[in-house]
């Protein structure tokens, strides 16, 4: 077998680990009546995208408990959040920097996300509700888990082959631009964040959008920053329009399976590279968790009852406007 067969064969099964994986998680978290149902699938993306070897079941527990327990201190910030906001939110950017900072000098790019991902959302909780915080800390943890165990049954059925090369380890960036990458993502994060203070429940969508947004511009570059953050906030919304009227068809669980199986199927031949594409892996990665995110919430607006057109609407609007303003850092940044 040619180097250029055994290649293609590897992103095959990626493109099949990632998709299943995704289109799993998603189904169970809706099942079982998840909290906040998109977190696992979203989490799942990023486990999946990000790892080619499967992450052993102690590491995953493990894992899920210092997540716990770090994103859990997000509540010991409620507090100084009520009663003195100014220095709260001062703080809560200066976490945010230092997660980026460790992700971005050699440390572990998960573990940096869920850090962001729950100080954000924890916090912003607390401030409205602390039950609706602890009930968001519970969310994480329980979308986390389950991630990683679906992520060692999709390895499981889909395993890498014998002369699967071992992935790399993370490339460190010098202190110097590590600190100012990291600026520009805590800086990327801090509108949706403070946005969020002011209705949780509303806006919790838009600090998952832009965690993401702040993980994009670690890797986006000026020249190609419009394409890599506003191409894929709009592609995935597009997306999102077509998985919702393809799920119309026929609603129920199975069917909202295997059209998240499909549509993981078409991001994933063009993130590995099996179809040809000039758009990067961090766009395809960027406009899957946007659909997610965007369809999960349609999904929950029509259980509820709420008018789905105009509930998406704004929020693709807000999703749009945060991802302008990291266009605007990042321009700044590198200026």
């Not at 055994?6 to 998709?19: E, K, Q, Y």
């Not at 602390?130 to 943890?141: D, E, I, P, R, S």
């Not at 998985?243 to 994933?268: D, E, P, Q, T, Y």
């Amino acid at each position: 077998m040619t180097a250029m067969q055994t290649g293609l064969r590897l992103r095959g099964r990626r493109t099949l680990r990632m998709a299943t994986g995704t289109a799993l998680c998603l189904a169970i978290s809706f099942a079982l009546d998840l909290p906040i149902p998109v977190i696992a699938p979203v989490f799942a993306v990023f486990l999946l995208a990000t790892q080619t070897r499967p992450m052993p079941l102690k590491a995953g527990v493990m894992l899920s408990l210092v997540v716990m327990l770090t994103t859990g201190s997000g509540l010991l910030l409620v507090p100084l959040l009520r009663h003195y906001a100014i220095a709260g939110v001062l703080l809560v950017g200066l976490l945010l920097f230092l997660a980026f900072r460790y992700g971005l000098s050699g440390g572990n790019n998960l573990v940096a996300t869920f850090l962001v991902a729950g100080l954000t959302m924890i916090s912003a909780a607390g401030t409205a509700d602390f039950q609706v915080a602890t009930t968001v800390v519970g969310a994480l943890v329980k979308g986390l888990l389950l991630a990683v165990l679906v992520s060692a049954l999709v390895h499981a059925l889909f395993p890498n082959t014998a002369d699967a090369r071992p992935q790399r380890a993370a490339q460190a960036m010098p202190a110097d631009r590590a600190a100012m990458f990291a600026l520009r993502a805590a800086l990327v994060v801090m509108p949706a964040y403070l946005l969020a203070m002011t209705d949780p429940a509303s806006y919790m969508p838009v600090i998952m959008k832009s965690v993401s947004l702040g993980q994009q511009s670690c890797t986006a570059t000026a020249r190609n920053a419009a394409r890599e953050l506003v191409g894929s906030t709009l592609f995935g919304g597009l997306l999102a329009i077509a998985f919702w009227f393809a799920l119309k068809l026929s609603v129920n669980l199975w069917m909202f399976f295997l059209w998240m199986l499909l549509f993981g199927l078409l991001v994933g031949c063009r993130l590995y590279r099996i179809a040809s594409t000039r758009y990067s892996p961090g766009f395809w990665t960027s406009s899957l968790v946007t659909m997610i995110i965007l369809l999960g919430q349609s999904v929950q607006d029509s259980v509820a009852g709420k008018d789905v057109y105009t509930a998406f609407a704004v929020r693709m609007g807000l999703f749009l406007a945060v991802t302008l303003y990291a266009y605007l850092m990042l321009m700044l940044f590198d200026r």
